[in-house]
């Protein structure tokens, strides 16, 4: 350390202070500017980053809340057309019900109807027998001389055997 004392000049120490001055100044103005820069510009980006991915993740809880509200509505709607198709299947199966009972009415009604008339004809053809039958018999009756009534009874009988209803 002696030595050292010993050859101190304060020339030289001036010097390489001034030197050590300038160096500082232009570092300061062509160095520490651009890296503080460069750092606040990495500072900025890193901030810009972290809040895009905040924003981001406040994106995706929407999205999550959309979705799942998208699935909910989806889930109401199925359930309602599932709905809508079991009343409207219960109305066709009751609607063929009554159509095939108002069929099988009219069909009912139809042969009834038929059966009446088919009783009406019978019985007005037993009734246009009856009158044939009894204008036979009037008629035969007239044609013969009765003079008694052994006679008329005789031929009461044989014309009744004779006739025959179909």
Same mark, same amino acid.
């Given at each position: 350390m002696?030595? +050292? +004392?010993?050859?101190? #000049?304060?020339?030289l120490?001036?010097?390489q202070a001034?030197? &050590?001055?300038?160096?500082?100044?232009?570092m300061r103005k062509f160095a520490w500017k651009p890296i503080l820069n460069s750092l606040q510009d990495r500072e900025d980006g890193i901030k810009n980053a972290l809040q895009s991915a905040e924003?981001? =993740?406040? /994106?995706?809880?929407?999205?999550?809340?959309?979705?799942?509200?998208l699935l909910q509505e989806a889930r109401l709607e199925r359930e309602t057309m599932l709905k809508e198709a079991r009343d409207m299947k219960a109305k066709m199966i009751?609607?063929?019900k009554n159509e095939a009972q108002a069929e099988a009415n009219k069909l009912v009604a139809s042969a009834q109807a038929s059966i009446e008339a088919e009783k009406k004809a019978a019985i007005a053809e037993l009734k246009?027998?009856?009158?044939h039958l009894s204008i036979d018999i009037a /008629? =035969? *009756? *007239?044609r013969e /001389? &009765? #003079? #008694? $009534?052994? =006679?008329?009874? $005789? +031929? *009461?009988? #044989?014309? &009744?055997? /004779?006739?025959?209803?179909?």
């Open positions: 002696d030595q +050292l +004392l010993n050859d101190f #000049s304060p020339g120490f001036f010097m001034i030197i &050590l001055l300038i160096l500082i100044v232009l924003n981001a =993740k406040l /994106e995706m809880q929407n999205l999550q809340a959309d979705n799942d509200r009751e609607d063929a246009s027998q009856v009158a /008629e =035969k *009756v *007239v /001389e &009765l #003079s #008694s $009534k052994d =006679k008329q009874m $005789k +031929l *009461v009988e #044989s014309m &009744l055997g /004779e006739a025959t209803l179909n």
